[in-house]
Nanobody, 130 residues
Framework: VQLVESGGGLVQAGGSLRLSCSAS????????IGWFRQAPGKGREGVSC????????YYLDSVKGRLTISRDNSKNTVYLQMNDLKPEDTAVYYC????????????????????????WGQGTPVTVSS
């Protein structure tokens, strides 16, 4: 599976961006696909994810209400709509995919730890100016 991100860029505080993550091939498997970010000088943190088999979203508490994740399975694409952006949202945003057991719910804490991610994208930079 290859993940390709797009949509990053430079935006003023209060502005919006929509990131896209296109997956090359999911082979009918069930994945949690989501976003991590890494700000300069900081560690990578899980921001949000969504499951390919349902639309239940998961979010980092600090982004709830401003970021919305969605998916289009017909295009193998996951989106992250980011509104009311703040300078602290400045980071490289990475798409990530973790295969799921269809019998179990997504373990959000496990996903956002980043330890068991199966596939990573190359990242797209987001810069929010004040």
């Amino acid at each position: 599976v290859q993940l390709v991100e797009s949509g990053g860029g430079l935006v003023q505080a209060g502005g919006s961006l929509r990131l896209s993550c296109s997956a090359s091939e999911l082979s009918g498997r069930d994945y949690a696909i989501g976003w991590f970010r890494q700000a300069p000088g900081k560690g990578r943190e899980g921001v949000s994810c969504i499951r390919t088999s349902n639309s239940n979203p998961y979010y980092l508490d600090s982004v709830k209400g401003r970021l919305t994740i969605s998916r289009d399975n017909s295009k193998n694409t996951v989106y992250l709509q980011m509104n009311d952006l703040k300078p602290e949202d400045t980071a490289v945003y990475y798409c990530a995919a973790q295969q799921q057991n269809r019998l179990l719910p997504v373990n959000w804490d496990f996903f956002r730890s980043g330890y068991a991610i199966d596939y990573w994208g190359q990242g797209t930079p987001v810069t929010v100016s004040s």
